[in-house]
Nanobody, 124 residues
Framework: QVQLVESGGGLVQAGGSLRLSCAASGRTFNNYAMGWFRQAPGKEREFVATINWSGTSTGYADFVKGRFTISRDNAKNTVYLQMNSLKPEDTAVYYC?????????????????WGQGTQVTVSS
């Protein structure tokens, strides 16, 4: 298992930006594809973005395409989620996840390791 710690959440006004970070430890980071998910109160956890082991391939949920960008720095064992043009409906706890495969993952069951989450709140 790889251990994951998210940071960078907070309160931002609609239209603003945040960058989330997820630091990994415990295993060889570049053996893992990574993902970001989110969960709003009263809703199920939903897929946001995914990136393969090398950072050469990414995937996004339709509702974040053109606004969010996932990236990774394997030298720093860190994956990022740059969030621009934030909307109140983006308010949620954001979770980082790792899967012990090289390719993209789009479902929560594809990922075996999870962080504790970081709160993102977007005010209108």
């Amino acid at each position: 298992q790889v251990q994951l710690v998210e940071s960078g959440g907070g309160l931002v006004q609609a239209g603003g930006s945040l960058r989330l970070s997820c630091a990994a430890s415990g295993r060889t980071f570049n053996n893992y594809a990574m993902g970001w998910f989110r969960q709003a109160p009263g809703k199920e956890r939903e897929f946001v973005a995914t990136i393969n082991w090398s950072g050469t391939s990414t995937g996004y949920a339709d509702f974040v395409k053109g606004r969010f960008t996932i990236s990774r720095d394997n030298a720093k064992n860190t994956v990022y989620l740059q969030m621009n043009s934030l909307k109140p409906e983006d308010t949620a706890v954001y979770y980082c996840a790792a899967r012990s495969y090289y390719g993209l993952g789009y479902r929560a069951v594809d990922f075996g390791s999870w962080g504790q989450g970081t709160q993102v709140t977007v005010s209108s």
